[in-house]
């Protein structure tokens, strides 16, 4: 069927909406690559530095970049054009650069100038889960690190959405295991920290697996942070982070917790880490990649976007209050409550007329589930607690609102859709053909219910992801409005 029309006339409503989304696509183009690398890298004749890493560029022989992520081809790509555009300003030749980076599809243009570092395919759109071309790239990337001798500076850059794209099982396990452990991980409601802390365990690349193929001197990490507080070992499972001797039995933790150490389908994964944990028990564990000349900087993160969509709501003419989580959010029902109130708020004081957060909820899936994505999920339930808080009744709500949440990266679950928004017109068109949230909400179908009422938010990937950004917006009050 096809989408409700909740007002085909211009309106206060169409102002509003289009300034939400401005705003919170002011946020997603703050931590766009081509951005960061901009304002952060700075050259000098033979030298480039970012956040007083310098880099001496006429002692190498080469630099050689590899990466993984949603945000890793438009890295590559911005990395190798300002290198390229600054040895051509001198009329000189730049240090050969070569290298490979996994990337998800969609998420970088093949026209891009990257020289001889090539963008691989490692995943469908929307498919966040390891597949065999990851892996054949991940192998790629691993043979090109060992290459690396003293004369090369290794640069790895890495993003949200890295973890699936950078994938070596180790012998024992198979890539169906680590598809199960991902979707069993997502189905019961783990946050991204446990499920990068299982897969650390599960990788000849993650845990500081990468680091410990390189043989040369200088490695470079440089990465845009989908996790939340910036821990560098769970950026893309940290392949430039040592891991602990301690991370099996907190990986076997994190499976009890969630009620999976039972699973079937994971009984492979489990007795692995068993006896890694009794391997560790029997013998001193072994020494830890070597970190000197090892260097990690974090160029965008939440915070950032979070930050620039308040610049764009002053701009606009409104005023924010924010809120940028620094660890991992609750379920996403909890952080939906909060919303609803923050959004209630907005509505019913004169002083703030914006609340902006950033963060990423987890979401506990049925035993059926519908088709949805975590800020699809969350945006319903946060119209569903509204509605039951009689909104929008002008009596009690006497500024109008639109709220909406999407992903940074353009994608929520295994949807073409980044988010989802909604208004009192589009309530109340849903309302007049009986569209009722609460009948989604409860099977995890949020999806379809904004696909039937016409609140889902598409944009196709970003080139980023530095987790999720939610907007609600008032307006100014009707003339016509009660005085509460």
Known sequence: MPPLNPDASTSPSDKLRSDALEIWQAGIEAVKPARLFESKLVWEP???????????????????????????????????????????????????????????????DPNWDTGQIHLHTA?????????????????????????????????????GGGSAVLVAPPPGLELADKQAVAQRVAAAGGNIDQLNLIRRCLSLVKGGGLAAQ???QRLITLAISDCLGDPIETIASGPTVAGSEREPRQALAALEDLQLLEDPALQRIVQYLQALVAEQNASPPLDSPRQDSREYIVLGNNSDA???????????????????????????????????????????QEEVDCWISGGEPTVTLPQQPGKGGRNQQLTLAV????????WPNPALYPRPLVFLSGGTDGEDGPTDAAGAMFDAPLWQAAERAGVRPEDYLSRADAYHYFARVGGLIRTGATGTNVCDLRVALAGPRPTNAPDR
């Open 214 to 216: 390189f043989h040369g």
């Open 383 to 390: 119209l569903d607690g509204l509605v039951k808080a009689d």
């Open 46 to 108: 033979d030298a480039f530095c970012i956040d007083d890493v310098w880099v001496d560029l006429s002692k190498l022989k080469r630099i050689v970049v590899v990466g993984a992520g949603k945000a890793s081809g438009a890295m590559a790509a911005a990395f190798y054009q300002q290198l390229q555009q600054h040895f051509s300003q001198q009329d000189k030749s730049a240090p050969p650069c070569v290298g490979w980076v996994n990337c998800p599809a969609e998420t970088f």
């Open 306 to 348: 979070v930050d620039a969509a308040g610049v764009k709501a002053v701009e606009l003419g409104y005023r924010y209050v924010m809120q940028a989580a620094r660890a991992v959010e609750g379920d996403v029902s909890q952080v939906a409550c909060h919303a609803a109130q923050a959004a209630t708020q907005v509505m019913q």
């Open 123 to 159: 995943r469908p759109a929307g498919m966040n889960v390891p597949t065999p071309a990851a892996v054949e790239g991940t192998r790629q990337i691993l043979d090109i690190v060992r290459s690396c001798t003293a004369e090369d500076l290794l640069l790895c850059l890495l993003s």
